[in-house]
């Protein structure tokens, strides 16, 4: 009779301990719920969920701006982007120059003219290799990027670490000891042929 009693208890504190861990689990997955609804609500907010359309419709504006726009390289450190505004200025309307900098603020040496209308490009072009404060300017139609395309780029060999193409992994053949296992003994030592030396 008493282990009837002693099992009864301990259904009844196995039903109660069920019951809290239901109930905890409940709570957990509401607020799951409700950290997936903040979450889509500040996506929505900063703009990063967009529908497939605008996502298209922005890839072609960009392809119509960088289709106006020219990449300038091996510009001086001190120039300013009003002086490469001045030096393009024969070419067309230019709507912005953009010179890149590093996180520090400093230049990176090369620039990017957006001119209004898509024929100004051409001549752009034809002011490749002119000096401006003194260097010859690198002038090339600027690409669009494609998110996600990066073009591959072979590794150069390490003349101090050898070379080891890209070929895939071969596992070696199995290999025994020629002394068994433990140590290797040595010549002046005696051989013992046990293995454990």
């Known amino acids: 009779m008493e282990d009837d009693v002693e099992m009864a208890a301990a259904e009844n504190g196995a039903v109660v301990e069920l019951d809290d861990m239901k109930k905890r689990l409940k709570e957990m997955e509401d607020e799951a719920v409700a950290l997936r609804e903040m979450q889509a ?8 969920v967009q529908d497939p359309a605008a996502a298209a419709a922005n890839q072609a504006n960009k392809e119509e701006v960088d289709s106006r726009s020219v990449f300038v390289g091996n510009v001086d450190y001190s120039c300013t982007p009003e002086e490469v505004q001045q030096h393009f200025q024969a070419c067309g309307t230019v709507n912005r120059v953009t010179i890149r900098t590093n996180k520090f603020g400093q230049p990176k040496g090369y620039a990017y003219v957006e001119f209004l209308e898509p024929e ?13 404060h003194g260097r010859q300017l690198k002038v ?53 042929y046990s293995p454990y030396f």
């Open 41 to 48: 609500k500040v996506e929505k907010e900063m703009g990063s």
């Open 140 to 192: 090339s139609a600027k690409r669009t990027n494609i998110p996600g395309m990066k073009p591959y780029r072979a590794r150069r060999p390490n003349p101090y670490m050898g070379f080891r193409g890209r070929t895939p992994f071969m596992a070696a053949p199995y290999f025994f000891p020629p002394y068994g296992y433990g140590k290797v003994p040595r010549a002046r030592a005696p051989m013992r």
């Open 120 to 132: 100004a490009v051409q001549e752009a072009l034809l002011l490749n290799e002119s000096e401006l």
